[in-house]
């Protein structure tokens, strides 16, 4: 069974850069997270899809954060302009839901915002 | 307040020892579950062990056990017979359900763990 997949690995950008990641779940997992890890902490939930559908999304900095998950499959998450402060790493999970709770990560994007 | 307290930045283990690895939680909701993940250096989280609120015994998996006591709400994670290729960060997690279904997960700050020879 594949695992979650994550790209780009890493990315550099000037503050006030767009930036976007790509995550595809394992097959079958209705359930999507996208976590943001700042070095030295535990991952923070920023956005939790159910399907297609936004179930949390109440730690994402709207303003400049933004995700989706079209087709109930892959999903994007995207930075619009980038602060220095987001420099992190961005996890991606998916978990069935029904048949289990565990969270299955990805490898993470390692973002550096300069 | 926290939700999910490690108390142990770092804690240092001889191989081939036991350690013990704190981790207390805050939840009102009467069903929960709480995670053990294992972060290597090279970044990928590595889910090790579940204990759900309602389960009787506490949960194994291989090397490793929770030591979960509702009472005092906490769910100390312990690896027996410690390898070298345990050092690694390791973070406590806490499942809480929401009302219109779905599960959240709550991460505390993490513990390293090295293990020397």
């Known amino acids: 069974e594949a695992g979650v997949a994550q790209s780009p690995r890493y990315k550099i950008i000037e503050k006030r850069q767009s930036v976007a990641f790509w995550c595809n779940p394992i097959?079958?997992?209705?359930?999507l997270y996208w976590y943001q890890q700042i070095l030295g902490q535990g991952p923070k939930l920023l956005i939790q899809?159910?399907?297609?559908?936004?179930?949390?999304d109440s730690q994402l900095p709207k303003d400049r954060f933004s995700a989706e998950r079209l087709k109930g499959v892959d999903s994007t998450l995207k930075i619009q302009p980038a602060k220095l402060e987001d420099s992190a790493v961005y996890l991606c999970?998916?978990?069935?839901?029904?048949?289990?709770?565990?969270?299955?990560f990805g490898p993470g994007t390692r973002l550096t915002v300069t | 307040a926290q939700k999910i307290t490690q108390t142990q930045p770092g804690m240092f283990v001889q191989e081939k020892e036991a350690v013990t690895l704190d981790c207390t939680y805050d939840t009102s909701d009467p069903s929960y579950g709480l995670f053990w993940y294992k972060q290597p250096s090279s970044g990928e989280m590595i889910f090790l062990i579940y204990q759900g609120s309602y389960d009787q015994q506490n949960a194994t998996e291989g090397r490793y056990s929770l030591n979960f006591q509702k009472a005092r709400k906490s769910a100390n994670l312990v690896i027996s017979a410690s390898q070298l290729g345990d050092s690694a960060m390791y973070f406590c997690a806490m499942r809480e359900g929401y009302r219109g279904g779905g599960n959240k997960l709550t991460f505390g700050t993490g513990t390293q763990l090295k293990v020397e020879l």
């Open positions: 899809f159910q399907n297609n559908g936004v179930v949390d």
């Open positions: 097959s079958g997992h209705a359930t």
């Open positions: 999970a998916s978990s069935h839901g029904q048949l289990s709770y565990e969270q299955y």
